[in-house]
């Protein structure tokens, strides 16, 4: 079984050379430690940076330079500032290929519940509803399963949307599953997970073809 | 060259009134417009309609309206960083409209460009877009959202001149551009106000056009929300 950082290793494989990627609020965050050094990648912020770079050391902290979670940030060479409309030109136009973020519910159909839990208190959606209305790649980072041990891998969300059949990969502490044609295809197996754990945590319809093989992480 | 400078930012909020729509620029706590936001608690001006990506945390940015109970409706994307927040939208007194950041960001723009609305492929197929006109363009779905309509626009930028030319700085940039002429006044304060002709006209990021107010502000804080750091190995 994975941790939030085998979660977010696991996730960083799916990083391609020359990419420009948009990384949502926790686990999503720490896939750019994991990214191979040995290609080019450039993360965007919503809030307006292309080119994000680490947290900056102490004392180089900048109010004018934070991220989307309003965390200090730093700005790579070659790094970019821009309006919050141009932000989302990038992320509505396709020009960002791929996004990364968490989710409380995913179906097989490939919707997305991320924002809202009826009669808690409501945050709002920030900036996901534009990411995964927009992207045509976006992976998700997420326990399999709640607190109870119920499954967040559904046929159908319970909770408010985020998108409607946009999801395209879900990577879990048990498993990557891929969606497509109204159902979780089981690429991988997380470490030391069997099949039947898999099946057992998942509510929404599971494909198996053949021998699934373990994770290399 | 058209001066668009007024002295102070009591000169800067001239007019503004009870009931207002008032567009604030800023994301989180970054590029805030903090001396109209000061003189707004000042003025004690009421039930107004604020539209800002944020409400600001208890004590800082827009949770200084809030602790007053001067707003009576936000339109945000993302809200919660306060508890007084919390408290009135749980008991009512605070109306909120959540909107998708990026429809928020081009609601700001298309009132800006002169567009009455525009389609959107966010929040089709949820609460967003319930009530909403929605059409398929190419096999795929879109939302119709109106631009925003609004009385005052407040922006922070880093430098600027009489002219109203306006540069940003880092991530403060954010919504503070979109914002510029979207209102029917838009008063930018700057962290430095410079004399005409020492903006580079090509590096400029606001033409004065969309301002009609501009100041020197003062006292910025710029306060950080979190603060990350990393180790010095």
């Known amino acids: ?217 | 060259m058209i001066n668009k400078t007024v002295n102070n930012v009591q000169e800067a909020l001239e007019g503004v009134q009870n009931a207002m729509t008032l567009m604030l620029g800023g994301f989180g706590l970054s590029g805030i417009p903090e001396n109209a936001i000061s003189e707004l608690v000042k003025l004690k001006v009421t039930d107004l309609t604020c539209i800002s990506n944020n409400a600001g945390v208890d004590d800082f940015g827009l949770g200084l309206l809030l602790q007053q109970k001067q707003i009576k409706k936000m339109i945000s994307s993302y809200v919660g960083e306060n508890d007084e927040f919390e408290r009135q939208m749980l008991s009512g007194e605070l109306e909120v409209e959540l909107t998708p950041q990026g429809t928020l960001a081009e609601k700001c723009r298309a009132a800006q460009a002169g567009f009455p609305a525009f389609y959107t492929p966010a929040g089709y197929g949820t609460e967003v877009a319930e009530g909403k006109e929605t059409r398929e363009f190419d096999g795929k779905m879109y939302v119709l959202e109106p631009a925003f309509k609004a009385d005052f626009a407040f922006v922070k930028a880093w430098k600027g001149d009489a002219a109203g030319n306006l540069v940003f700085k880092g991530t403060a940039r954010n919504f503070n551009p979109n914002m510029c002429g979207a209102a029917t006044i838009t008063v930018a304060e700057v962290e430095e106000l410079v004399p005409v002709g020492a903006l580079d006209p090509n590096n400029i990021h606001i033409p004065g056009v969309f301002i009609q107010r501009i100041f020197q502000g003062e006292n910025y804080e710029k306060r950080i929300e979190q603060r990350t750091i990393r180790k010095r190995s």
């Open chain 1, 1 to 217: 079984m994975l941790d939030k950082n085998g979660i977010a290793k696991r996730i960083a494989q799916e990083v391609q050379n020359g990419f420009y990627v948009n990384l949502g609020i926790g686990i999503p965050t720490l896939v750019a430690n994991y990214v191979r050094e040995d290609i080019e990648v450039e993360f965007q912020s919503e809030n307006g940076v292309l080119g994000m770079g680490p947290f900056p050391f102490e004392g180089e902290e900048d109010a004018d330079l934070i991220n989307a979670g309003k965390q200090t940030i730093t700005a790579l060479p070659g790094a970019s500032f821009f309006d919050s409309s141009m932000s989302f030109s990038m992320i509505r136009g396709k020009h960002i290929h791929l996004t990364i973020l968490g989710a409380m519910e995913v179906a097989e159909n490939g919707d997305i519940a991320n924002w809202k839990i009826p009669g808690k208190m409501v945050k709002g959606m920030g900036g996901a509803m534009d990411l995964v209305a927009s992207a045509d790649n976006i992976i998700v980072a997420m326990m399999h399963t709640n607190k109870r041990g119920e499954s967040k891998i559904l046929k159908k969300c319970s909770l408010p949307l985020t998108g409607v059949g946009c999801v395209t990969k879900v990577v879990t502490n048990l498993a990557v599953l891929e969606v497509r044609n109204n159902a979780f295809h089981l690429l991988e197996r997380a470490p030391g997970v069997s099949l039947e754990d898999i099946q057992k945590a998942t509510e929404g319809t599971l494909v198996v073809n053949g021998e699934i093989p373990e994770m290399c992480i």
